[in-house]
């Protein structure tokens, strides 16, 4: 069975920096897009960063410069370095992949999901 784990979240102070880690797991062929979500309780998930297969990348405007997102396709993983952290980077951050299963066909796969708390 397929799956995805988060790791990385904490508290941290205004300024800091964070690192979060998403690792796919199970009988895996190949993973399209990865990309890392968020999310604040009364609001939509928001798209944070993608990156393809390829390695091309994208990001919200709001993370821009401060965000970097990278993956290591012999681990099926995929990492976003999280630096000048703001208060407003608050949430809950949700890795998600496009997952080829080696038995099955093509699916959207989500991570449980881990909080990152950014103090003033």
């Known amino acids: 069975q397929v799956q995805l784990v988060e790791s990385g979240g904490g508290l941290v102070q205004a300024g800091g920096s964070l690192r979060l880690s998403c690792a796919a797991s199970?009988?895996?062929?190949?993973?399209?897009?990865m990309v890392w979500y968020r999310q604040v309780p009364g609001k939509e998930r928001e798209l944070v960063a993608g990156?393809?297969?390829?390695?091309?990348?994208n990001y919200a405007d709001s993370v821009k410069g401060r965000f970097t997102i990278s993956r290591d396709n012999a681990k099926n993983a995929v990492y976003l370095q999280m630096n000048s952290l703001k208060p407003e980077d608050t949430a809950v951050y949700y890795c998600?992949?496009?997952?080829?299963?080696?038995?099955?066909?093509?699916?959207?796969?989500w991570g449980q999901g881990t909080q990152v708390t950014v103090s003033s």
């Open positions: 990156i393809t297969s390829e390695g091309n990348t």
């Open positions: 998600n992949a496009y997952i080829y299963p080696l038995a099955s066909t093509g699916s959207d796969y």
């Open positions: 199970g009988s895996i062929f190949s993973i399209a897009a």
